[in-house]
C-alpha cells in the first residue's frame, strides 16, 4: 500500500505539468481569419514526377517550410509516422520566429498527432499556433474541442464545442451545417466531431429541460 502511495505521489507532478501545458478555458467568441491554418499541397506518391520535383525543391532549399511539410505529409501517407513527425519537427526549427510559416507547421503537426492517436501532443501544437496567432483565430474553438474529445477531456471538449458554435453558428450549430461543414474530412474526424456534435446537442437538451 506504501508503495502505491509513493509511485501516486510521484505521478502528481508530472500529471500537474501534463495538464499546465494544455490549453486554458477558452475565450467568449473567435472571429478572426487564420492563413496558417491551411494543410499544404498534399503530393502524390504514387505520382514519379510530382515526387521527384518535389525533391529537387527540397535539395536546393532545404529548409523550405513548404516543401517540408509536404515532405512530413508524404511520408503519413506511406505510413511513415515516426519519420513524418520529426519531418514536421524540422519543419518548426527551420520556420523564422514568429513567421506565418512557423504557425502552419504547428498546426499541421497538430492534426498530424491527432490521426497518429496523440490527441495531447496535438492540443499542445495549437495550443502554440495560437499563441503565435495572437489574437481570435477562428479555427481554434472547434479544433481544440475535437482534440479534448478525442483526449477523452469531455467535458473540455463541450466548453469549446460551445464557443465554436458561438463563434460560427452557421458551421456548427445544427446538425445538417455540421454536415456541411466537415464532409471533407477524414472519417476518423468526421466521426469523432459527430459524437461531439451529439453529446453537446443532448446538454443542451437536458439542460432547457
Given at each position: 500500500m506504501r508503495g502505491t502511495c509513493l509511485i501516486l505521489l510521484a505521478w502528481l507532478p508530472f500529471a500537474a505539468a501534463l495538464a499546465?501545458?494544455?490549453p486554458g478555458p477558452p475565450q467568449e467568441t473567435y472571429y478572426q481569419d487564420d492563413p496558417a491554418?491551411?494543410?499544404p499541397r498534399e503530393i502524390d506518391p504514387a505520382n514519379r514526377m510530382a515526387v521527384a520535383a518535389h525533391e529537387q525543391v527540397l535539395q536546393y532549399d532545404p529548409t523550405n517550410v513548404t516543401a517540408l511539410l509536404q515532405n512530413a505529409r508524404l511520408m503519413l501517407a506511406r505510413g511513415q509516422n515516426a519519420r513524418a513527425f520529426q519531418e514536421f519537427e524540422y519543419a518548426i526549427r527551420s520556420a523564422p520566429a514568429g513567421s506565418v510559416a512557423l504557425r502552419q507547421a504547428h498546426w499541421a503537426y497538430g492534426w498530424a498527432l491527432l490521426?497518429?492517436?496523440e490527441a495531447r501532443r496535438a492540443l499542445?501544437?495549437?495550443q502554440l499556433a495560437a499563441e503565435l496567432h495572437g489574437g481570435s483565430p477562428r479555427w481554434v474553438p472547434s479544433t481544440l474541442a475535437l482534440g479534448f474529445w478525442l483526449a477523452g477531456e469531455k467535458d473540455r471538449a463541450v466548453e469549446y464545442f460551445v464557443v465554436a458554435v458561438r463563434s460560427e453558428p452557421n458551421r456548427w450549430?445544427?446538425?445538417l451545417s455540421?454536415?456541411?461543414t466537415i464532409r471533407d474530412w477524414h472519417p476518423d474526424d468526421r466521426?469523432?466531431?459527430e459524437a461531439l456534435h451529439a453529446e453537446w446537442k443532448s446538454r443542451i437538451g437536458n439542460r432547457g429541460g
Open positions: 499546465q501545458n494544455l491554418a491551411v494543410m490521426r497518429g492517436g499542445q501544437e495549437w450549430g445544427t446538425t455540421l454536415g456541411q466521426a469523432a466531431m
